[in-house]
Nanobody, 124 residues
Framework: QVQLVESGGGLVPAGGSLTLSCVAS????????MGWFRQAPGKEREFVSA????????YYTDSVKGRFTISRDDAKNTVYLQMNSLKPEDTAVYYC?????????????????WGQGTQVTVSS
């Protein structure tokens, strides 16, 4: 059973920063690729970032490269997303994801069990 609890969202002006956190109640967290997705109003959920087990590799969608940083603390079963230089187009509900699998078409969560997400709103 997977339980993910996201936090850290809020309202910030363009150019501001936020750090999202996700506490994961999953088996073998240390061995799971973790990540973040987001869903803006009227749009489909999209991949934002992923981090492999052991923090060996990190991955980002092009629109956030150089601005967002993903990290994990296996001792706390927690994954973070540091977001800098935020833009209005980053406004969305951000969701944590576990047990990610990388496919030829991108990252996917084969058996999703999404949490409530955390709202990020960037004002212009």
């Amino acid at each position: 059973q997977v339980q993910l609890v996201e936090s850290g969202g809020g309202l910030v002006p363009a150019g501001g920063s936020l750090t999202l956190s996700c506490v994961a109640s999953i088996r073998a967290f240390y061995n799971s690729a973790m990540g973040w997705f987001r869903q803006a109003p009227g749009k489909e959920r999209e991949f934002v970032s992923a981090i492999s087990w052991g923090s060996i590799n990190t991955y980002y969608t092009d629109s956030v490269k150089g601005r967002f940083t993903i990290s994990r603390d296996d001792a706390k079963n927690t994954v973070y997303l540091q977001m800098n230089s935020l833009k209005p187009e980053d406004t969305a509900v951000y969701y944590c994801a576990a047990h990610l699998v990388r496919t030829p078409t991108g990252w996917t969560w084969p058996s999703p069990n999404w949490g409530q997400g955390t709202q990020v709103t960037v004002s212009s």
